[in-house]
């Protein structure tokens, strides 16, 4: 071999040496990165189990007493009369009048399943607030996911209430 055909041999071993180091370094440096994110997503979710365990008998008080006081779902039509005499019931007594009255399909979640009404109520508005905040008292489990409130323009002293109302019944255990 000839001086120049070995300095092209070293050149080419060179070139081929320093480009594996380049592909081995670059392919190390993005394993490296992917095994930084995993490290932090693992970090996380190891903060979030141990913030979840400290609040663990918080959450175990919190099931022990809806599992006490939470209505127990019987039959469908049995839980939708017993609610809409609750709300006549209600209405009633703080002088609000139900025009409208309309039966919904129920909403199911995990574990529990509603009772659910569109209706319209007119009332002053101090008994329709003083209604609806007696309503939504914690033990009654009821909740309201929309509501509008109008001046009656017949009336001004009264207002007009459409709202979706639901009262949430914890399902028996299978």
Known sequence: MTANEQRLGLGLAAVVVIGGAFIGLTRLKSWK????VRSIEVETRRLEADDLLAQKEFWNERFTWLTEKQPVFTRRGTVDTDFLEQLESS??????????IQPLEPTER?????????????????EINQW????????????????????????????????NIQKWFRLPPL
């Open 33 to 36: 990165q992917t095994v930084d």
């Open 110 to 126: 995990a574990g529990i399943v509603s009772s659910t009404f569109n209706l319209e109520a007119h009332g002053g508005w101090a």
């Open 91 to 100: 209405a009633d007594s703080h002088g609000v009048k139900l025009p409208k």
């Open 132 to 163: 609806l905040h007696d309503l939504q008292k914690p033990e009654s489990y009821i909740s309201i996911p929309s509501l509008t409130m109008t001046p009656n323009n017949d009336d001004t002293t009264q207002v007009i209430v459409n709202m």
